[in-house]
């Protein structure tokens, strides 16, 4: 809040359109940020010849209107008026491209030259994948790798919903929220798989030939790797630049494009003229660059569109990197952003007759009057009245690509289609969606026609326009009202910060205590929350302590003693839902429902685990196939990235009992349920920062839960409904019916809750839960193996012995000794949480040893420093893998105490009591079917590069993350 007022307080000595107070000055940016067109218009009218500015969220834009200044602004050099650091700060760059991309811009040279240079060689290529894609989404299926393409997609629209996101915010909690509103390097990574093994080829053939070789490939990614030097030339920043690439083409061009489909189809009259003109150049030249140079009115068409309905309000975007003064007295502070106001000069300026009349033939027309072409009439020329692309040295490298790309589309649709609206337009042209300088092309409008054009929403995607791009920005999460809210809360939410650090605990803190230098702890222990914990037990060993996090204070206890007392009190009391609840934002993210009724616990603790025998095989089966699937059977070492490869297994394995064949093998339903696990939990961690009343706002603003639950809808819509069909006609039992958690979930459901909307969240709350805390779990024990391969050896001699004797079942699980222990001691070593058995205090309580509870605190076991000492386990610092098969084989008492499902008060990974983890013995067989599926199979090490250190895992407060991004080498067992 302090840095937006200092925002607003800069010194910009030029009127605004609309408040400008420090405070009053926010109405006018929800003003601008719905209606930024009226405000840039307002200011060119009154302001004709001078600068004014407008507001946004957490900056003034400084606006310049006349020819003298815009030429003046194009003309000033980078070190005075920046477009790259001005565009960084627009697209926050750093959390949505990536640090790669912000420390350089070498591919806008090649964009510049070499994609410029080689429009003509390669059009032939383009009109080829222009074509296949058209008959592709009317109905001729040719292929092409949509997993790829669905990957640059979702990359555009991350960024753009990210941008969007993080610009609301002022500068110094950008980072924390570029973390969490993006999926940057989960979509990289992703990528990467595709392109890892191209990239790696042609850098051995650079390698070993040189930059040039016999049969080089002609494209971005040779010309990328011609200039790319040091860590820009890896794979990971290969395809982060290619990504972003991709995102400058599709984002533009895409809604170019629709732009101009929606004013033909408003105006389909205009087809003929354009026809006749492909036609001809067509048959006289083939389809060629100099072809679609000569086709006039369609440059006209495109370029005319573009004038009347651009994608930007404002262009030629500069930061102030020095106090610079205009030539008319305009004094730009250092850090203040200038932009030149292209809406209203195309729709206003004295450059244009009738300028707010679209005239598709406009430019055309004038290159007829003229004996030759008028450059600055063609749809690529810039001008300082035509603004789309910028202007100047720094006017847009690949606009002459993208011209020959529109071009080509369009002159297709028009030979091949035709095109109108639907009748329920009743003629009128789809109206724009603006949020803030940025006009999106209707996001829910379509096109009719006799050959079913309205399916051109999927061909845009693969072409880079229209379709899924376009919903990029939901009317519903972006409303103003919501935003206005949220300013105004942002006064409110300081003062509950401060009231809660008031709040009377009478317990030592680790770290500072005071109610604004706590913050400063809260940061600590938010990057270092083991170090904290560890003070504590070690300072206050047989007490409480409290460690500060952003929203509250949480107490720890140490003790066995109050760990008991606290796994004894009742839910009344200290209840353990209501903890959960407020961890993971329950009723925000999943729905009141579920927050209010935790019936689905009692159907995981009851009929999950006694069908863990009866499913077993099931479940097994998956684990083969899915391992086979995303690992294989490679004879030389071969890398996988851990965390992503065993979220697909675990989510493959459960979901064959929770759902069933054949959706728990559908790719986009397996992709869905991993993609809600990041998501919920990115969600629940950054509302955790924000007290309660902000929470349903947040979780409106800054997550994609939304998304994911309508994504599951269309996925389990059918199914839920046919077995509520069945139920209803049936009654709980009939032939064939399935034996999985949904039909456990429609028995048990109270009547009110049996619907379609509280089952989905239910099977999705499921996936989280199995996929978040097994995955991570088996990730961690797969790097620990790594890391100390001879552990394969003991574990792989038992699991021989005992699964050639008695199969694959729950039972010879059981007699897994090692395997249990391994995962067992992985667990205790590298826990998901350094924090256990939470509470929140429901009532005032005083604990046994005299610590005071207030009502609304929260309290929790200190689970990492239990599990590290040495009271508790001989040398317990030391990952020991046969530390508890070697107990158990002592007796049976010792076995049933140390197997990995048991729970007690020095073992808390599950937590204790009965609120223990109710999923537990479904995730222990899991999690032992799929170790063993590992050591009978695969030999393991970690790749060379990683020197014989385990990765390091990442910690987010008490939540403790395995490295998302880390390899391990796999290989065809060779003994």
């Not at 004038?366 to 008028?374: D, I």
């Not at 009724?597 to 099931?618: C, D, K």
């Not at 950054?686 to 839960?705: A, D, E, Q, Y």
């Not at 007796?891 to 008060?905: F, G, L, W």
Request: charged share 25%; proline share 5%.
């Amino acid at each position: 809040m302090i840095q937006y007022h200092l925002i607003r307080k800069r010194d910009v000595n030029v009127p605004a359109v609309g408040p400008s107070g420090r405070i009053t000055s926010y109405i006018g940016a929800f003003n601008f940020y719905k209606n930024s067109q009226a405000m840039l218009e307002e200011g060119y009218t009154k302001y004709k010849t001078k600068t004014f500015k407008v507001p946004e969220f957490a900056r003034w834009y400084i606006v310049i209107n006349t020819p003298e200044l815009i030429e003046e602004v194009r003309c000033a050099s980078e070190e005075k008026l920046s477009l790259s650091e001005a565009g960084k700060e627009y697209l926050s760059t750093e959390f949505t491209m990536g640090r790669l991309f912000t420390e350089s811009n070498y591919h806008v040279a090649i964009l510049r030259s070499q994609l410029t240079r080689n429009i003509g060689v390669l059009l032939s290529d383009l009109i080829d994948e222009i074509d296949l894609g058209f008959r592709e989404y009317v109905g001729i299926n040719k292929g092409r790798n949509k997993d790829y393409m669905d990957l640059a997609v979702r990359f555009t629209t991350d960024v753009i919903r990210a941008t969007c996101k993080i610009r609301m915010f002022p500068d110094f909690l950008k980072p924390f929220v570029g973390k969490l509103v993006t999926s940057l390097p989960t979509l990289t990574r992703q990528t990467e798989k595709h392109l890892r093994p191209i990239i790696e080829h042609r850098l051995r053939l650079v390698d070993e030939y040189g930059s040039d070789y016999p049969e080089k490939p002609n494209d971005m990614l040779s010309w990328l790797i011609d200039v790319a030097e040091g860590e820009q030339r890896s794979v990971y920043g290969l395809t982060q630049r290619l990504l972003s690439v991709n995102f400058s083409a599709i984002h533009t061009s895409s809604m170019s494009f629709t732009h101009a489909l929606f004013h033909l189809a408003a105006s389909p009259g205009y087809a003929e003229p354009m026809r006749e003109e492909v036609k001809r150049e067509i048959a006289a030249g083939g389809w060629t660059n100099d072809s679609l140079k000569r086709m006039y009115k369609v440059d006209s068409f495109l370029r005319e569109s573009q004038r009347y309905s651009s994608i930007e309000s404002f262009t030629m975007q500069r930061k102030a990197m020095t106090n610079h003064t205009l030539s008319d007295g305009t004094f730009l502070p250092k850090g203040s952003v200038v932009v030149s106001n292209a809406y209203a000069i195309h729709r206003l300026g004295s450059s244009y007759d009738n300028a707010n009349e679209f005239k598709p033939f406009r430019f055309s027309d004038a290159n007829k009057e003229s004996a030759n072409v008028v450059p600055n009439k063609q749809l690529a020329t810039i001008s300082n009245d035509y603004l789309v692309f910028g202007h100047g040295r720094q006017a847009c490298p690949g606009r002459f690509f993208a011209a020959s790309v529109l071009k080509a589309m369009m002159a297709y649709v028009i030979i091949n289609y035709d095109v109108k609206l639907p009748e329920e337009a009743n003629g009128v042209r789809p109206s724009d969606i603006g949020y803030g300088p940025t006009i999106i092309p209707n996001n829910e409008a379509h096109y009719g026609d006799s050959t079913g054009l309205d399916k051109l929403g999927p061909l845009m995607i693969s072409l880079g326009c229209h379709g899924r791009l376009i919903r990029f920005l939901d009317i519903n999460d972006y409303n103003p009202n919501v935003l206005a809210t949220a300013a105004v809360a942002v006064a409110l939410t300081v003062l509950q910060y401060l009231n809660a650090r008031k709040r009377d605990v009478n317990v030592p803190s680790v770290g500072p205590s005071g109610r604004i230098s706590s913050y400063f702890g809260a940061l600590k222990y938010f990057t270092d929350s083991r170090a904290m914990l560890e003070e504590g037990y070690h300072k206050y060993q047989t007490k409480t302590f409290k460690v500060p996090e952003f929203a509250r204070w949480t107490i720890v206890v140490n003790t066995p003693e109050l760990i008991d007392e606290v796994r004894r009190a009742p839910e009344t009391v200290l209840s353990f839902n209501a903890a959960t609840n407020e961890d993971m934002s329950t009723e925000h993210i999943l729905g009141p429902a579920m927050a209010m009724n935790h019936y689905h616990t009692g159907v995981v603790r009851s009929q999950l685990t006694r069908n863990i025998g009866a499913l077993f095989g099931n479940v097994k089966e998956e684990i083969d196939l899915a391992f086979d699937e995303y690992i294989g059977h490679p004879d030389d070492w071969t890398s996988r990235p851990v965390l992503d490869t065993m979220m697909k297994v675990v989510c493959r394995a459960s979901n064959r009992l929770f759902i069933g064949l054949p959706l728990c093998r559908d790719p986009d339903y397996m992709d869905l349920n991993i993609q809600f696990t990041v998501y919920a939990s990115a969600a629940s961690n950054l509302m955790r920062r924000f007290p309660r009343f902000m929470r349903g706002l947040v979780g409106k603003l800054l997550t994609r839960v939304p998304e994911s639950m309508r994504r599951a809808d269309r996925h389990l819509r059918p199914i839920i409904e046919e077995r509520l069909r069945q139920f209803d006609e049936y009654g709980k039992d009939w032939s064939d019916k399935p034996n999985d958690l949904l039909t456990w979930l429609i028995e048990d459901a109270p009547e009110d809750l049996r619907n379609l909307s509280d089952l989905t969240q239910r099977v999705l709350a499921m996936n989280f839960a199995a996929i978040h805390t097994s995955s991570m779990s088996f990730s961690q024990a797969l790097f620990q193996l790594a890391t100390h391969p001879e552990c394969i050896g003991p574990m792989r001699e038992e699991a021989e012995r005992i699964i050639n004797a008695e199969g694959w079942s729950k039972a010879s699980m059981q007699k897994l000794f090692r395997i249990d222990s391994f995962l067992r001691e992985s667990q205790r070593y590298y826990g998901i949480s350094y924090l256990s058995m939470s509470r929140l205090v429901l009532q005032n309580y005083t604990l046994s040893d005299g610590t005071f509870l207030p009502k609304g605190s929260y309290v929790a076991c200190n689970a990492t420093s239990v599990h590290r000492n040495d009271s508790n386990y001989s040398n317990a610092n030391e990952f020991k893998a046969f530390r508890f098969s070697e107990l158990r084989e002592k007796s049976a008492e010792e076995s049933v105490k140390n197997q990995m499902v048991s729970t007690s008060n020095e073992y808390l990974t599950f937590g204790h009591g009965m609120h223990a983890c109710p999923g537990r013995f479904f995730a222990a067989n899991e999690l032992k079917a799929m170790m063993a599926y590992v050591v009978l199979n695969y030999d393991v090490k970690l790749p060379p590069e990683a020197n014989g250190i385990r990765p390091r895992s990442l910690e987010f407060g008490p939540i403790v993350i395995p490295n998302q991004t880390a390899h391990v080498l796999f290989r065809r067992r060779k003994d």
